[in-house]
């Protein structure tokens, strides 16, 4: 390591060795702010994953099962097109595919229900289904734009806001 990153670890250490050192409320600031990065790490890692790494592949040729989970800080356009990317990536790699089911279930971070009170686990919102017919309709298109387009998109994002919990889903 060069010096200047030794000081700056220096210097983080000793920030919190004072901060730790100044009482509860020292403490406090600690395990707040560390909890706030665990948090955004984790938010980063876990909120923004595509169909073909958090879904489950039930069979190559017949179906593929993919799981969503949203959050409240999604919008439900932006959401809609992510989908329909991936319908078509998938689509497009994989010509034998038959069937694609996408499962969109709300976190329950963050969620309260109509009484205030929050929510203890996730909620399962609904799915979309494309047959093969579909598939093979979206395999003729050159580019995902031409397949999906503006409206399409915009209807696609109108049927998530309304499944159970889809109301809580931001619009830009």
């Not at 799981?67 to 932006?78: H, P, Y």
């Not at 995902?144 to 889903?169: E, N």
Request: glycine residues 6%; contains cysteine; positive net charge.
């Amino acid at each position: 390591m060069d010096q200047q990153s030794l000081s700056k670890l220096a210097r983080f250490k000793a920030w919190h060795t004072r901060t730790w050192s100044a009482g509860w409320i020292g403490k406090a600031k600690i395990i707040v702010l560390w909890y706030m990065v665990i948090m955004l790490c984790a938010a980063i890692l876990l909120g923004e994953k595509r169909m073909p790494t958090d879904g489950t592949l039930v069979s190559s040729d017949t179906e593929v099962v993919t799981r969503q989970v949203l959050t409240t800080s999604n919008g439900a356009r932006a959401i809609a097109q992510r989908t329909l990317h991936d319908v078509y990536d998938l689509a497009q790699q994989k010509p034998q595919l038959q069937s694609v089911r996408m499962e969109f279930v709300m976190s329950s971070a963050g969620v309260k229900d109509q009484y205030g009170n929050p929510i203890k686990e996730d909620k399962p919102m609904g799915k979309f289904e494309w047959s093969a017919g579909e598939l093979a309709e979206a395999r003729k298109y050159r580019a995902f734009h031409l397949w999906a387009d503006d409206r399409t998109i915009t209807l696609y994002g109108a049927m998530l806001k309304q499944m159970p919990s889809g109301h809580l889903l931001r619009d830009y």
